[in-house]
């Protein structure tokens, strides 16, 4: 049986293998990545999925500011290899959403592959007018509206808005801390 829960700071050390699984050695030159460092995800909304108490996929969104709007950074959505194509990231990426909606969220950006996201309702039309503080593929970068008009006009920069991870000097309370005021 495959939970979908709050993502907690015992995942970590299995996200990571499960993003490098995924993604490969380079993820973290990625521009997305410029916007989560050294920053906590969105209150809440930081997910595990587990089967048998081990972790098989993750999905994180993150606080930005898309111009002068707020919004949300999807990203990374990653599912074990081996467990890929059986609707793990459809029923993850619906759960992120209605949680995210139902926080009270407008909008949803990200960087991925288009032929995917459309079936959420993502589209490029909705990021057109931003841009991100790095290279990016243009067709790549997408946005959904979760409330209606949340990203009509919005323009400019994305910019990292979120809660700032617990420097490693205070110690791994304090870091704990952090990370479960965000799951």
């Avoid at 499960?18 to 460092?37: I, V």
């Avoid at 992120?96 to 139902?102: I, K, T, V």
Wanted: with cysteine; hydrophobic share 45%; net charge positive.
């Amino acid at each position: 049986m495959i939970q979908i829960r709050a993502e907690h700071h015992l995942d970590v050390a299995a996200r990571e293998r499960l993003l490098d699984a995924c993604f490969g050695a380079n993820r973290r030159a990625k521009t997305s990545e410029r916007l989560r460092e050294g920053r906590l995800p969105a209150r809440g909304l930081a997910f595990s999925a587990t089967r048998h108490g081990r972790l098989i996929g993750t999905l994180r969104l993150w606080t930005v500011e898309a111009g002068a709007r707020p919004a949300l950074l999807l990203g990374p959505l990653a599912v074990d290899p081996a467990l890929q194509r059986q609707g793990l990231g459809r029923v993850m990426m619906h759960a992120a959403l209605g949680r995210a909606e139902s926080l009270g969220h407008g909008a949803v950006l990200l960087v991925g592959d288009a032929p995917y996201y459309d079936r959420f309702g993502f589209s490029g039309a909705l990021a057109a007018g931003l841009t991100l503080p790095g290279p990016f593929a243009r067709e790549r970068f997408l946005g959904l509206e979760l409330r209606a008009g949340a990203l009509t006009g919005a323009e400019g920069l994305v910019r990292a808005s979120g809660v700032l991870d617990a420097p490693a000097d205070l110690g791994t309370a304090g870091a704990a801390d952090g990370r479960r005021r965000a799951a």
